[in-house]
């Protein structure tokens, strides 16, 4: 094996900028990017619940607080992190949020609250990190979708059409920006044990009983897994990969 070959998986001298970084997905994504050698920096809102994760990661890791609704800071978020701590090389889109409820009483403030997160939010600051990364010619940008993306989940009709357009995104980006060098690409993970899923499965012992009575693996994810899926997508091994949506879930999206 070549040298070069055997530093493929490596993220060593990248910097990753990482939303809703300080639990969940969004920390299982950075102790892999932190472990591959890159440097991270989390966002998200609340102050103290990103000063641990950072604790948790050590000297490679910092924070800014940011809320992703807030539009038009992306493009300063995104040119003060590179001013601190050099070129941008990767962001993971990861910050979401949730309502559950029957589509007849979801209302269009509602809806329009979940698709300002995942889909404008995400939009913007892919478009403002992007515009840096193809002056550079180098770049990789990864969504979090869901299995809402893939398939119909009762109760959260406004999380699958932004799960949803979070495809559309990747496909059309992605056709846009690979001959500028910048790969789009998205992760969709299935039940993932976090902190999250933990107290709706002790609310409703049932759902986890279907959740893995549909899984092929029958066992439910670690944010881990996902954070690895994400440092591969990142590195220079998926350099040729870009335009796709990567179901890391036990088989739950081919199962029955």
């Not at 969940?24 to 990103?50: C, D, M, S």
């Not at 990767?90 to 329009?112: K, M, R, T, W, Y």
Request: glycine fraction near 10%; charged fraction near 15%; include cysteine.
């Amino acid at each position: 094996m070549s040298q070069n070959q055997a530093h493929s998986f490596s993220l060593e001298g990248q910097l990753g900028l990482i939303t809703g970084g300080g639990t969940g997905l969004g920390l299982g994504i950075a102790h892999a990017f932190v472990a591959q050698g890159a440097r991270v920096v989390l966002t998200g809102r609340r102050e103290e619940v990103l000063q641990q994760a950072t604790a948790d990661l050590g000297a490679a890791a910092s924070y800014r607080v940011h809320d992703i609704t807030e539009h038009a800071a992306a493009a300063a978020l995104i040119a003060s992190i590179e001013q601190e701590h050099g070129p941008l090389t990767a962001l993971v889109n990861n910050a979401g949020n949730q309502i559950h409820s029957p589509a007849e009483d979801f209302s269009e403030e509602d809806l329009q609250q979940i698709l300002d997160v995942h889909v404008v939010g995400a939009f913007s600051l892919s478009r403002h990190a992007a515009r840096r990364m193809m002056e550079r010619g180098q770049g990789s940008i990864t969504f979090i979708a869901s299995m809402a993306s893939l398939f119909g989940i009762p109760n959260v009709s406004a999380y699958s059409a932004a799960k949803t357009a979070h495809l559309g995104l990747v496909r059309t980006l992605s056709t846009e920006w690979a001959h500028r060098g910048v790969r789009i690409n998205a992760i969709a993970p299935g039940w993932i044990l976090t902190e999250m899923s933990r107290n709706a499965f002790e609310k409703n012992p049932d759902r986890k009983t279907k959740v893995l009575g549909r899984t092929p693996m029958q066992q439910l994810g670690a944010p881990a897994d996902i954070g690895w899926t994400a440092a591969y997508l990142a590195s220079p091994a998926a350099q040729f990969i870009t335009g796709v949506c990567i179901p890391v879930d036990g088989g739950a999206s081919i199962g029955f």
